[in-house]
């Protein structure tokens, strides 16, 4: 079995893991933050400014993954 042959399946789970673990890290994210916002209202700005914050380091992963993927699936430094 050659690598060409293995590069979809590489290619899928580079994209689809840590599109998974980014679903889950921005889910609990939210929880906590809605958790707090309703324990503690007054304080609903600067919560959503650290949430925003942390939910677009936690979905960085996620895009530089799905980067790299495509451009495995184009350039295919395998061959």
Known sequence: M???DLLP?????L???????SCIGIGLAS???????A?????APELQTRYFLAV????????IATG???WF?????FQ
Do not use: Y
């Not at 699936?73 to 430094?77: F, L, V």
């Open 56 to 63: 677009g380091v936690t979905d960085g992963a996620f895009i």
């Open 31 to 37: 929880m906590k933050m809605l958790e707090s916002v």
């Open 2 to 4: 050659a690598s060409i």
């Open 73 to 77: 699936a184009t350039a295919n430094p």
């Open 15 to 21: 994209i689809g893991i840590p599109a998974f673990g």
């Open 9 to 13: 399946l590489a290619i899928a789970l």
């Open 68 to 70: 790299i993927g495509l």
């Open 39 to 43: 324990r503690q209202p007054e304080l």
